[in-house]
C-alpha cells in the first residue's frame, strides 16, 4: 500500500517539475507578465494616478478572474468524470486512456470558451494539465493499492509546494 503510494508520489514531483519548467518557459514572453508587471509598478509607487489605479483594479481582476475560472473549470471537468465515466472503468490501462481523452477534449473547450485571452497554447497546455493530474488521481485511487486518499492528496499538495519553492530558489540563484 505504502509503496504504491510512493509511486504516486514520485509521478507528481515529476508532474511538479515539469510543471514549473512550462510555466517558466512561456513566461519568458513578456506578455503573459503584463498583468504581473502592472502590480508590481504600481504598488511601488507611494502617489498613484487615476489611470494607475484603474490598471491595478484591472490587473488584479484578471488574475483572480483566471484563478477562479480554472477552479472552476477543474471541479466541472471532476463532477462530469465522476457521475459519467469513472463508474464505468474497467481497468487502469483504459482508465489512463480515456483519461488523456477526456482531458484533451475538457482543455480544448476550457481555452477556447472559457479564456477570452490571446493565449490559447498556454491556456490549452495548462488545463490539460490539470485536467490530466486531476482525472489520473481518481484513476489511480480506483485501481491502485493506496493509502486512503486524503493523505495521498495531502502529501502530493506539499510535494507539489516544495518542489515549486526548490526549483524557484534554484531557478533564482542560477540567475535564469
Given at each position: 500500500m505504502w509503496i504504491e503510494s510512493i509511486y504516486w508520489w514520485i509521478g507528481t514531483i515529476i508532474f511538479s517539475a515539469i510543471s514549473f519548467f512550462k510555466q517558466k518557459q512561456f513566461l519568458?514572453?513578456?506578455?503573459?507578465?503584463?498583468?504581473?508587471?502592472?502590480?508590481?509598478?504600481?504598488?511601488?509607487?507611494?502617489?498613484?494616478?487615476?489611470?494607475?489605479?484603474?490598471n491595478y483594479l484591472r490587473a488584479k481582476?484578471?488574475?483572480g478572474r483566471d484563478f477562479?475560472?480554472?477552479v472552476?473549470?477543474?471541479?466541472?471537468?471532476?463532477?462530469?468524470?465522476?457521475?459519467?465515466?469513472?463508474?464505468?472503468?474497467?481497468?487502469?490501462?483504459?482508465?489512463?486512456?480515456?483519461?488523456?481523452?477526456?482531458?484533451?477534449?475538457?482543455?480544448?473547450?476550457?481555452?477556447?470558451?472559457?479564456?477570452?485571452?490571446?493565449h490559447i497554447r498556454y491556456n490549452m497546455i495548462n488545463a490539460f494539465s490539470n485536467y490530466l493530474y486531476t482525472g489520473l488521481f481518481l484513476v489511480y485511487?480506483?485501481?491502485?493499492?493506496?493509502?486512503?486518499?486524503?493523505?495521498?492528496?495531502?502529501v502530493s499538495i506539499a510535494?507539489?509546494?516544495?518542489?515549486?519553492?526548490?526549483l524557484g530558489s534554484w531557478y533564482a540563484r542560477k540567475g535564469m
Open positions: 519568458k514572453n513578456k506578455s503573459f507578465l503584463k498583468d504581473t508587471q502592472v502590480l508590481v509598478k504600481t504598488k511601488q509607487k507611494y502617489v498613484k494616478t487615476i489611470n494607475e489605479q484603474k481582476n484578471n488574475l477562479i475560472t480554472i472552476f473549470s477543474i471541479m466541472v471537468f471532476y463532477l462530469i468524470f465522476i457521475f459519467l465515466i469513472y463508474p464505468h472503468l474497467p481497468s487502469m490501462v483504459i482508465g489512463v486512456l480515456v483519461v488523456i481523452l477526456f482531458s484533451i477534449i475538457f482543455a480544448f473547450i476550457y481555452a477556447k470558451f472559457m479564456v477570452t485571452d490571446k485511487i480506483k485501481f491502485g493499492n493506496a493509502v486512503h486518499p486524503l493523505i495521498l492528496i495531502i510535494l507539489m509546494i516544495g518542489i515549486n519553492y526548490l
